[in-house]
């Protein structure tokens, strides 16, 4: 069973950054892409990033220039699987629910097999 535990998230001013987290229970970085989802109130759940098992990155045109993605086996240190999103530039339109989402690809929410509980931002203008 994987599971998905975000951390990270919070209250960031307008201009700000944040840096996101997501620890895997299990080693999946050998069998799953893995990134991040996210949903404003009122919308739909919609891509922001995404890494694959080879690194390969994809981001929203809405992040794209101010997020990066990284994800880390844990082999070095014999922790968790983890992914990071790190974004700057921040904006009130970037306030919402921020989900990691892994499977054997992520780039459309129907293809996601495990969804984290989701961790909230909010961006103060």
């Known amino acids: 069973q994987v599971q998905l535990v975000e951390s990270g998230g919070g209250l960031v001013q307008a201009g700000g950054s944040l840096r996101l987290s997501c620890a895997a229970s299990?080693?999946?970085?050998?069998?799953?892409?893995m990134g991040w989802y996210r949903q404003a109130p009122g919308k739909q759940r919609e891509l922001v990033a995404t890494?694959?098992?080879?690194?390969?990155?994809?981001?929203?045109?809405?992040v794209k220039g101010r997020a990066t993605i990284s994800r880390d086996n844990g082999k070095d240190t014999n922790a968790k699987d983890t992914v990071d999103l790190q974004m700057s530039s921040l904006s009130p339109e970037d306030t919402a629910v921020y989900y990691c989402?892994?499977?054997?690809?992520?780039?459309?929410?129907?293809?996601?097999?495990?969804w984290g509980k989701g961790t909230l931002v909010t961006v103060s203008s």
């Open positions: 989402a892994a499977g054997l690809t992520i780039a459309t929410i129907e293809r996601v097999l495990h």
């Open positions: 299990g080693s999946i970085s050998t069998l799953y892409d």
């Open positions: 890494i694959t098992r080879r690194g390969g990155t994809n981001f929203a045109d809405s």
